[in-house]
């Protein structure tokens, strides 16, 4: 019987999801960051441009795929998290992007520009 919790689950996928990156090339500049009321799993960059990761975990897959747990909802939050981010560090001239890395009965999925 798998005992984890849910944030071990996730943690989990988001260990994954950053040495996968990590693997591609990509910078990892933070992760779980706070900003307001907002969290981004992963913050990173790839070459030039920046990239906000939306990571969701299903080991047992019996959910459904995780690329729809990420809702309009939750593409806003991201979007306003991406706002906040870029205007504390006086980010400009840079390319953003919205990825989504699943892990979805242990195979990983990356999809770039995902929103």
Known sequence: MNSKTRAEKGADGEDTAVQYLRFLGYDILHRN?????????????????????????SPAGSLGHPATWIDGRK???????????I????????????????????????????F
Request: aromatic share 10%.
């Open 33 to 57: 960051k706070r900003l307001s009321r907002y969290e981004v799993d992963i913050i990173c960059r790839d070459q030039d441009c920046l990239v906000f990761v939306e990571v969701k975990n």
């Open 75 to 85: 593409q806003e939050k991201l979007r306003n998290a991406a706002e906040l981010y």
């Open 87 to 114: 205007k504390e560090n006086q980010i400009t001239d840079t390319d953003i992007r919205f990825d989504a890395v699943t892990i979805y009965k242990g195979q990983i999925e990356h999809f770039k520009n995902a």
